[in-house]
């Protein structure tokens, strides 16, 4: 753990937030807070810190039902525990650095029973925690440091005259395992107009804050599987597409590559129960299937043809292609699994009937991700915007998501949301 003298005040209000809500009681000094957090990333042992949103989000709401039975819930529950319906999508990256220690340790607090490390692969071959193989220019401060000069893409100052963008690419693939962790985590943002690397790594948006953001604590693979195991969670690791190609450097292909992710938690003796293995590369999936049955049986095909494929259409006919291939899990975005009808409410779509009716699990993602939803809330609500106005409709959503897809899980960007939900609906 980084030296006390060294923590800034915005980390130590960090920690403090977060800190036992009986500390005072107990009698903790700012030392046991400390260790709370960082040395031992124990989490008490009853209940979720949730914080204000949950609250602030069903005052949001429009009245009716299922804000009334939100509201006594939240009046009649003392103790909200963690969930697995609530999966912490690289940590609480709203306001944390995400894959980073403290972004991982804010959504075990927040009651996320599943936390996800997007799986990438350094210069030397080593699994890290990282949502692209090509983002560090705006997920780290590797601009700052001498690093830089190694990147892809070394730093270019936009032109104002010649109207052109500032412009970088650094990837976890140009530097080693002991340069990557070198670096701090901050949040992923970007200033497209800079001059300057200081004025680049300035763009956070104004919805999300800096506030914890002094020096995120970058993380492997492997660490994060013991951070998680620490903290009484499963696993949900996404294998990145590579950004380069593969096989890389010659002979490091995407069979290895997928065999090297699952054996990490087979080293670590981590249960397959346990893990979600995800990709957006089908072959991936099917290779988990054929090569490691037993993690392959939670393998997730993250679907992105309702986005990526101009000509995709769901059917039946190619859910139960899915089904046939021994897929048991589908994760497509939020919005791919509602539309409006006539009344302009919101329903289940085409998509997630078909996926049902195959005999498929649905996972979905990302909740809180949008910022305020007062203007439709954007593209994870894009089939939905007419029926979208206000935070408070976030629950809404929710609840169709839940209760009539019958999503296993909802990835989300501030998972007290998802913990509130689901300890309110009596899901696990």
Same mark, same amino acid.
């Given at each position: 753990?980084?030296?006390?003298?060294?923590?800034?005040?915005?980390?130590?209000?960090?920690?403090?937030?977060?800190?036992?809500?009986?500390?005072?009681?107990?009698?903790?000094?700012?030392?046991?807070?400390?260790?709370?957090?960082?040395?031992?990333?124990? $989490?008490?042992?009853?209940?979720?810190?949730?914080?204000?949103?949950?609250?602030?989000?069903?005052?949001?709401?429009?009245?009716? @039902?299922?804000?009334?039975?939100?509201?006594?819930?939240?009046?009649?529950?003392?103790?909200?525990?963690?969930?697995?319906?609530?999966?912490?999508? /690289?940590?609480?990256?709203? =306001?944390?650095?995400?894959?980073?220690?403290?972004?991982? &340790?804010?959504?075990?607090?927040?009651?996320?029973? &599943?936390?996800?490390?997007? %799986?990438?692969?350094?210069?030397?071959?080593?699994?890290?925690? /990282?949502?692209?193989?090509?983002?560090?220019?705006?997920?780290?401060? &590797?601009? #700052?440091?001498?690093?830089?000069?190694?990147?892809?893409?070394?730093?270019?100052?936009?032109?104002?005259?010649?109207?052109?963008? #500032?412009?970088?690419?650094?990837?976890?693939?140009?530097?080693?395992?002991?340069?990557?962790?070198?670096?701090?985590?901050?949040?992923?943002?970007?200033?497209?107009?800079?001059?300057?690397?200081?004025?680049?790594?300035?763009?956070?948006?104004?919805?999300?804050?800096?506030?914890?953001?002094?020096?995120?604590?970058?993380?492997?693979?492997?660490?994060?599987?013991?951070?998680?195991?620490?903290?009484? /969670?499963?696993?949900?690791?996404?294998?990145?597409?590579?950004?380069?190609?593969?096989?890389?450097?010659?002979? @490091?292909?995407?069979?290895?590559?997928? =065999? =090297?992710?699952?054996?990490?938690?087979?080293?670590?003796?981590?249960?397959?129960?346990?893990?979600?293995?995800q990709s957006f590369n089908r072959d991936d999936v099917l290779y988990w299937i054929e090569n490691e049955p037993r993690f392959g049986k939670q393998a997730v095909f993250l679907d992105d043809r %309702?986005?990526?494929?101009?000509?995709?259409?769901?059917?039946?006919?190619?859910?139960?292609?899915?089904?046939? =291939?021994?897929?048991?899990?589908?994760?497509?975005?939020?919005?791919?699994?509602?539309?409006?009808?006539?009344?302009?409410?919101?329903?289940?779509?085409?998509?997630?009937?078909?996926?049902?009716?195959?005999?498929?699990?649905?996972?979905?993602?990302?909740?809180? /991700?949008?910022?305020?939803?007062?203007?439709?809330?954007?593209?994870?609500?894009?089939?939905?915007?007419?029926?979208?106005?206000?935070?408070?409709?976030?629950?809404?959503?929710?609840?169709? $998501?839940?209760?009539?897809?019958?999503?296993?899980?909802?990835?989300?960007?501030?998972?007290?949301?998802?913990?509130?939900?689901?300890?309110?609906?009596?899901?696990?």
């Amino acid at each position: 753990m980084r030296s006390l003298l060294a923590l800034s005040t915005a980390v130590i209000l960090s920690v403090l937030s977060f800190a036992p809500a009986n500390a005072n009681a107990k009698g903790y000094d700012f030392v046991d807070v400390l260790n709370h957090w960082g040395k031992s990333a124990r $989490l008490p042992k009853k209940g979720a810190q949730l914080g204000p949103r949950p609250f602030y989000l069903v005052d949001d709401m429009d009245e009716g @039902y299922l804000k009334k039975t939100l509201k006594q819930c939240a009046k009649s529950k003392s103790i909200f525990v963690k969930s697995d319906f609530s999966i912490g999508h /690289r940590g609480a990256p709203m =306001q944390f650095p995400e894959h980073t220690k403290e972004s991982y &340790i804010a959504a075990a607090k927040m009651g996320a029973g &599943i936390l996800e490390c997007d %799986v990438t692969f350094t210069k030397d071959r080593e699994l890290v925690c /990282r949502h692209s193989q090509c983002d560090l220019h705006t997920t780290t401060n &590797i601009l #700052a440091t001498p690093l830089g000069d190694k990147c892809s893409v070394p730093f270019t100052p936009a032109d104002p005259v010649a109207g052109t963008p #500032a412009t970088a690419k650094c990837c976890t693939s140009d530097i080693t395992l002991e340069e990557y962790k070198s670096l701090c985590g901050k949040m992923d943002a970007a200033n497209s107009s800079a001059t300057t690397v200081e004025e680049y790594l300035d763009g956070t948006a104004n919805w999300r804050t800096d506030l914890y953001s002094t020096c995120g604590t970058l993380m492997t693979h492997k660490e994060s599987i013991k951070l998680f195991k620490k903290l009484g /969670r499963k696993f949900t690791p996404e294998l990145k597409s590579p950004s380069v190609d593969m096989p890389f450097e010659g002979d @490091y292909t995407q069979e290895d590559y997928a =065999q =090297q992710l699952i054996n990490e938690y087979k080293e670590a003796g981590v249960h397959p129960k346990k893990v979600w293995a995800q990709s957006f590369n089908r072959d991936d999936v099917l290779y988990w299937i054929e090569n490691e049955p037993r993690f392959g049986k939670q393998a997730v095909f993250l679907d992105d043809r %309702v986005y990526s494929d101009p000509t995709f259409e769901a059917s039946q006919q190619d859910m139960n292609e899915i089904a046939a =291939q021994g897929i048991r899990i589908v994760a497509p975005p939020m919005w791919a699994l509602l539309t409006l009808d006539a009344d302009n409410k919101i329903v289940m779509s085409d998509y997630a009937k078909y996926a049902k009716n195959a005999g498929l699990d649905i996972i979905t993602w990302t909740l809180e /991700r949008s910022g305020p939803l007062a203007n439709g809330g954007g593209w994870y609500h894009q089939t939905i915007t007419d029926a979208i106005n206000n935070d408070g409709d976030t629950m809404n959503m929710l609840h169709v $998501l839940a209760k009539d897809v019958g999503v296993l899980g909802v990835f989300s960007d501030w998972p007290a949301t998802t913990t509130f939900y689901a300890n309110c609906m009596g899901l696990k």
